[in-house]
Nanobody, 124 residues
Framework: QVKLVESGGGVVQAGGSLRLSCAAS????????TGWFRQATGKEREFVAA????????DYTDSVRGRFTLSRDNAENTVYLQMNNLKPEDTAVYYC?????????????????WGQGTQVTVSS
């Protein structure tokens, strides 16, 4: 049974940092695409970042590029999202997800497994 558990969310002032964790069980994150999405109140779930299986290729949405860094610890079977210089518009529930494929996936419908989400609130 695949399980993804996010942690690390919280409340931070603009300009601050948070690191989200996504601990996986039931599969190896090194083998499959793992992504981070976020959903703000009243908005659709949007892609934030992803890492492909095997090759570890990374990609980010433009609004977080240069501020957020996705990393993967294969030994811990955990994926992280380091978020720096946070802005109020980054406020959302953040989800990690795994797509049952090797290459990068960008759309929510491409993902097969989801965590429960962790709230990130950035105050101005």
């Amino acid at each position: 049974q695949v399980k993804l558990v996010e942690s690390g969310g919280g409340v931070v002032q603009a300009g601050g940092s948070l690191r989200l964790s996504c601990a996986a069980s039931g599969l190896l994150v090194s083998d499959y695409n793992t992504g981070w999405f976020r959903q703000a109140t009243g908005k659709e779930r949007e892609f934030v970042a992803a890492v492909s299986g095997k090759s570890g290729r990374l990609d980010y949405t433009d609004s977080v590029r240069g501020r957020f860094t996705l990393s993967r610890d294969n030994a811990e079977n955990t994926v992280y999202l380091q978020m720096n210089n946070l802005k109020p518009e980054d406020t959302a529930v953040y989800y990690c997800a795994v797509a049952w494929q090797i290459g990068l996936a960008y759309g929510p419908r491409e993902y097969d497994f989801w965590g429960q989400g962790t709230q990130v609130t950035v105050s101005s």
